[in-house]
């Protein structure tokens, strides 16, 4: 099955953005991905190859909120709840990594959650 346009062009995006964001083990990298219904956050050391923590709206804790709430305003929530799970593995400072997404609306806001939980990016 052939793919979208759309999403082909989000893959072009994808690599030209990869080529200048790396995550270090002082700089972790978050890594955004956007789907229709959900949205998820990880934040990668590249050095190590692992991932160091993640979060989205089929966690735990924002699976109740994310029934009720506008779309936007959980990826709010998704980037508030990455910057405290970063701050109890004493991560303060991230590169942001929009994955070939623009920088708008649910990306953005996954961004402004988690600078308004005391990351640095």
Do not use: W
């Not at 966690?59 to 508030?80: C, H, I, N, P, T």
């Amino acid at each position: 099955m052939a793919k979208k346009r759309e999403d082909n062009a989000r893959l072009r995006r994808k690599v030209r953005v990869r080529k200048k964001v790396t995550g270090t083990d002082v700089r972790p990298r978050i890594c955004v991905f956007r789907s229709n219904r959900h949205i998820y956050a990880q934040v990668i050391s590249d050095d190590q190859g692992k991932t160091l923590a993640a979060v989205s709206t089929l966690s735990d804790a924002l699976s109740d909120s994310s029934k009720k709430s506008k779309r936007v305003e959980v990826a709010k929530l998704v980037g508030l709840a990455l910057a405290k799970v970063c701050k109890e593995k004493n991560i303060t400072e991230v590169v942001f990594d929009r994955n070939g997404f623009l920088f708008h609306g649910r990306v953005k806001a996954v961004a402004d959650g988690a600078r308004e939980g005391g990351l640095k990016f």
